[in-house]
């Protein structure tokens, strides 16, 4: 069974641009999480989709970042423009359910904002 | 709310050794799940166990070993005889009953040399 993908897996850009990360969850997996880990921190949730609708964006800082699962399969995450303050791995999980079923995570993207 | 503590930022310790990461959680529900990951350089995160709040049973596998105790709300976990494929950091995580959402310690930098 094939994992979570991302791509890429390595992005630098300058502050003030933009960029966008993909995630493909395993196949079958109706949940699909991004998360934020900041260098020397646990993640962090930033969004939780049950196929294509939201289920938990609190913590999604809405006025540059966005988030989309139009066809319930795989994600995009977006940030437009990017703050010095998101260098960080956005990493994507997914999991057959909400609640008691155990998430998977992908290798994440390493974003660097100069 | 609920908050997931591992007071030790770094350990370094040489092949073969034993070696106990430390967890403290705190939480207002009664029933919730505790959980450890493991990230190696690569970054993905890899689920270890997953142990729920009404069974306090230690768990032992292979090398790995878990002690959780609600008395002291602690969940700690040891690597016996310990591998340098052993180096990562290791994340503790809670998740309260009915909920998705992960709430992760910082982690432990685990750094076993030859």
């Known amino acids: 069974e094939a994992g979570v993908a991302q791509s890429p897996r390595y992005k630098i850009i300058e502050k003030r641009q933009s960029v966008a990360f993909w995630c493909n969850p395993i196949?079958?997996?109706?949940?699909l999480y991004w998360y934020q880990q900041i260098l020397g921190q646990g993640p962090k949730l930033l969004i939780q989709?049950?196929?294509?609708?939201?289920?938990?964006d609190s913590q999604l800082p809405k006025d540059r970042f966005s988030a989309e699962r139009l066809k319930g399969v795989d994600s995009t995450l977006k940030i437009q423009p990017a703050k010095l303050e998101d260098s960080a791995v956005y990493l994507c999980?997914?999991?057959?359910?909400?609640?008691?079923?155990?998430?998977?995570f992908g290798p994440g993207t390493r974003l660097t904002v100069t | 709310a609920q908050k997931v503590t591992q007071a030790q930022t770094e350990i370094s310790v040489v092949e073969k050794e034993d070696v106990t990461l430390d967890c403290v959680y705190e939480?207002?529900?009664?029933?919730?799940?505790l959980f450890w990951y493991k990230q190696p350089p690569s970054g993905e995160l890899v689920f270890l166990i997953r142990?729920?709040?009404?069974?306090?049973q230690n768990e032992i596998s292979g090398r790995y070993s878990w002690n959780f105790q609600k008395s002291t709300s602690s969940f700690n976990f040891t690597i016996t005889a310990s591998q340098v494929v052993d180096s990562a950091v290791y994340f503790c995580?809670?998740?309260?009953?009915?909920?998705?959402?992960?709430?992760f310690g910082k982690g432990t930098m685990l750094l076993v040399s030859p």
């Open positions: 939480t207002r529900d009664t029933t919730y799940y």
């Open positions: 989709f049950q196929n294509n609708g939201v289920v938990d």
């Open positions: 995580a809670l998740r309260e009953s009915g909920y998705s959402t992960l709430t």
């Open positions: 999980a997914s999991s057959h359910g909400q609640a008691n079923y155990e998430q998977y």
């Open positions: 142990r729920n709040s009404f069974d306090e």
């Open positions: 196949s079958g997996h109706a949940t």
